[in-house]
């Protein structure tokens, strides 16, 4: 009967010192605010004409998903280099581009709007943005704007 007494002593200890182990307001490892999806405006004739200048020729970049992530993030205002991109997937006419700079990091969405096979676009940006980049955020009224990373050449 004393041994089960001091099992169940011990057990209570036991219990008791984990609850109070949760309770010490200990930080989470990653101190990141909570994700934000951004929805990209697209100008289909403006895709169109592009899907016809690369037809011709020219801005061969728009073809692959991770040019066209990267040159949506750098209009957006994100510090991000070719080297900083890496594709998660492609399936179809739809790739995730992931990519992060000292603000935070991003998933960016690419679709081929006009065509199967056709050039890409960036379509939504999945935002994570670190807590000590609170002051130098990526602005939302950038990552929205009509043209992101669609300058005409």
């Not at 061969?60 to 993030?73: C, G």
């Not at 056709?118 to 609170?134: F, L, P, Y």
């Amino acid at each position: 009967m004393k041994n089960l007494i001091l099992l169940f002593i011990m057990i209570v200890f036991i219990a008791a010192g984990c609850s109070k182990s949760n309770e010490t307001g200990a930080k989470p490892v990653q101190d990141k605010k909570p994700a934000r999806v951004v929805k990209l405006n697209v100008d289909m004739t403006e895709e169109q004409r592009l899907q016809k200048a690369s037809d011709n020729g020219f801005q061969s970049w728009r073809n692959s998903p991770t040019d066209v992530a990267q040159a949506a993030l750098v209009n957006a205002g994100a510090n991000i280099n070719m080297a900083d991109c890496r594709l998660l997937s492609e399936k179809g006419d739809e790739a995730v581009i992931a990519a992060s700079d000292k603000k935070g990091a991003y998933k960016v969405i690419c679709k081929r709007l006009v065509k199967t096979g056709g050039i890409w676009t960036a379509t939504e940006v999945e935002v994570v943005e670190t807590a000590n980049a609170a002051g130098n955020e990526v602005g939302h009224e950038h990552m929205d704007h009509e043209h992101m990373g669609h300058e005409r050449h």
